[in-house]
């Protein structure tokens, strides 16, 4: 599929994964902005045509955002939810408040961000929305319970929203990575974590962009959870 002249709104484009994907989301012709929350520097490095600064734990920072992008580059004809919160913690460690402020990031404002988004996605009669999970989805997980739940809850809202736009060539779809380097989610050691990989490395943003943009060229390819994880997790 042709991306050339399309746009796209990448969260959380200054870590590792989101920057490599909003730099091949741009070699493909793609008006991607940029988001981030802190790093104005890493997020302008990833290359897009507008960086954009917002903290997603607040609700209406979802509508703002979208609301630059649309006026500055056009609908957003693509959504990468990739923004997420972690830090690990035991479950006893895990109070409301900490639970509350995951939820926040890591789902609500994933499903704002769709629910912007999709209603002129479905009157133009094409859309993308790809949001970033985790194995910990379908495992559990290391990081903590708020962190796993959270990335579970997009798995049903990606069944729940592809349903529902389908037939309007909206294509719905989430990509669960599992011990990706170079980005602050690594819970843990590298080596030691590579050591837990049936592949015997840890994965790279290179290879879940290249994932992602398969994804979201595909248009028989919906309602979807794909795991990317050097095979710790046969599905």
């Not at 997603?56 to 920072?61: F, I, V």
Request: aromatic share 4%.
């Amino acid at each position: 599929m042709d991306f050339n002249g399309r746009t796209a709104l990448v969260t959380g484009g200054s870590g590792g994964i989101g920057a490599e994907l909003s730099r091949r989301l741009a070699e493909a012709g793609v008006a991607v902005a940029v988001h981030h929350r802190d790093n104005l520097a890493q997020a302008r490095a990833a290359g897009g045509a507008l960086v954009v600064q917002a903290d997603l734990a607040d609700p209406a920072a979802c509508e703002e955002l979208v609301a630059r992008v649309e006026a500055e580059l056009g609908p957003v004809d693509i959504l990468a939810a990739n923004a997420g919160a972690g830090g690990r913690a035991a479950w006893q460690d895990v109070d409301a408040d900490a639970f509350d402020q995951m939820y926040a990031v890591n789902l609500r404002a994933p499903f704002l961000l769709a629910r912007r988004v999709l209603p002129g996605m479905v009157e133009r009669g094409f859309g993308r929305v790809l949001f970033t999970s985790s194995i910990a989805a379908l495992t559990g997980g290391v990081v903590g319970p708020h962190y796993a739940a959270t990335k579970a809850g997009l798995h049903g809202l990606t069944h729940h929203l592809a349903a529902r736009v389908v037939r309007d060539g909206v294509t719905v779809n989430a990509i669960a990575p599992a011990l990706i380097a170079d980005t602050r989610m690594l819970p843990g050691e590298p080596a030691e974590l590579a050591a837990r990989v049936p592949v015997g490395r840890l994965g790279t943003p290179a290879e879940v962009a290249d994932l992602a943009l398969a994804i979201l060229r595909n248009g028989y390819l919906t309602s979807k959870v794909i795991a990317l994880d050097g095979g710790m997790y046969p599905t």
